[in-house]
């Protein structure tokens, strides 16, 4: 069930021990570990200037040559940005990385 439709109130995470509460009005989230029985709070991810106008050129549906273009870099530029990206994220590729940029609303 959603309260007020801002919190996502389970969600488990990758490896299946852990449950997320997030709040889209707030710049940290709730972890509750099931192994050990704590819940922590972490602060959500940020994302930086460059890697905002890159998710967005991609959100249009352009390609790498035409987003290293637009913003004036090479290709190999746009690539280190964006695998930067995906390690701080926890993906593997661009489709995943634009779902997680959604769903949790960082642009």
């Known amino acids: 069930m959603l309260v007020n439709h801002r919190i996502t109130p389970v969600e488990f ?14 710049e940290s989230y709730w972890k ?7 819940w922590t709070e972490e602060c959500k991810v940020t994302l930086k200037i460059r890697e905002i106008e890159i ?21 190999s530029t746009i690539k280190f940005h964006r695998s930067k990206l995906f390690k701080r994220i926890g993906v593997k590729n ?14």
Do not use: C, H, W
């Open 55 to 75: 998710m967005r050129l991609y959100l249009q549906g352009l390609k790498i040559e035409e987003i290293a273009e637009q913003l004036f870099v090479s290709p």
């Open 94 to 107: 661009i489709i995943e990385a634009i779902s997680y940029v959604i769903t949790n609303n960082l642009i």
């Open 32 to 38: 509750y570990n099931l192994f050990t029985g704590k």
């Open 13 to 26: 995470d990758g490896d299946g021990g852990n449950i997320r509460i997030i709040s889209n009005t707030s």
